[in-house]
């Protein structure tokens, strides 16, 4: 879900700041890596969620 709703919004977003967009984007493939490990690690995602978070809220600023 979280991918398909990513992956919908792009061009919109990438059109905002390509940049910032590509970074971010960066970091949703990490988040997606960590939870679909055939054995997740539930400190990994969680550092990769709030990374990407980070990322997201230093751009909306």
Do not use: Y
Request: proline share 3%.
């Amino acid at each position: 879900m979280v991918e398909h709703q990513w992956d919908t919004q792009e061009p919109t977003l990438r059109k905002i700041d390509g940049a910032t967009w590509t970074k971010i984007d960066g970091t949703i493939d990490v988040v997606l890596a960590a939870v679909r490990s055939s054995n997740p690690d539930g400190n990994k995602c969680k550092t990769a969620l709030n990374n990407s978070f980070s990322n997201i809220n230093r751009a909306d600023k």
